[in-house]
């Protein structure tokens, strides 16, 4: 079937046009899934970073009777995420602190726990 149009060497136009739109499709359907995986992916690994910074600071309240700063945790490098987002312990007193994980661009959706493992933000919904 269309011989006629066939060169000796190469392909049609109308068959390598063909090959970038199918794949053209494929990209539409699964790049959007991968970004959402990925995203998911994200949203666990602040989770994470989270437990340890509340474990951290459950083990500083044992060796010195209050909660800790952020430095004061030596938590090391939370460098599975800290790419994308800034960590930080806020509202510290003696008996309270909250642990954020905030997102570095835009929309700076974030997650939190509390010394009671209350957890809270805009990614809690995305889990």
């Known amino acids: 079937m269309f011989f006629f149009l066939r060169s000796r060497e190469g392909f049609v136009w109308y068959e390598l046009l063909l090959v970038i739109v199918l794949i053209s499709i494929f990209a539409t359907l699964i790049v959007p899934r991968f970004l959402e995986v990925k995203e998911k992916e994200n949203v666990i690994k602040v989770r994470q970073a989270l437990e340890i910074m509340h474990r951290r600071q459950k083990s500083y309240l044992e ?16 460098g599975f995420v800290t790419r994308s987002f800034e960590f930080s312990v806020e509202h510290v007193t003696d008996s ?15 997650m939190s726990i509390d010394q009671d493992s209350n957890w809270a933000g805009d990614l809690i919904e995305e889990e």
Do not use: H, N, Q
């Not at 309270?96 to 974030?110: D, L, M, V």
């Open 63 to 78: 060796e010195s009777g209050r909660y800790g700063l952020y430095d004061d945790l030596r938590i090391g490098d939370l």
């Open 96 to 110: 309270t602190y909250t642990a954020i994980g905030k997102e570095k661009k835009e929309p700076y959706r974030f």
